[in-house]
């Protein structure tokens, strides 16, 4: 899967904010915010295919982290982009 390239991270003071470029109809009512180590994936995978093992591998490698925490945390950002529609499942 991969980070839909309408949307755009924005940090705004220490909070970081995902926005779509208003290329096309959205709901902003789906739209998140992201926490410092959310932040770091979407940077670090944003032109990359991922899923949650590569997520999982990225957590600890930059935090003290145990795997299993960083599967659970890789899991729910996933499932949090995926519900606001951020996320393109297949490549393309």
């Given at each position: 899967m991969r980070i839909k390239p309408e949307f755009m991270l924005h940090q705004v003071g220490n909070e970081y904010i995902v926005m779509h470029d208003g290329s096309t109809n959205v709901d902003f009512s789906?739209?998140?915010?992201?926490?410092?180590?959310a932040a770091y994936l979407w940077?670090?995978?944003r032109n990359e295919a991922f899923d949650a093992d590569v997520l999982a591998d990225a957590l600890t490698e930059r935090y003290e982290v145990t795997r299993e925490q960083a599967?659970?945390?890789a899991e729910a950002f996933i499932?949090?982009?995926?519900?606001?529609?951020?996320?393109?499942?297949?490549?393309s």
């Open positions: 789906r739209i998140i915010n992201l926490n410092g180590s940077k670090r995978f599967r659970r945390d499932q949090s982009l995926r519900q606001c529609g951020i996320l393109c499942e297949t490549e």
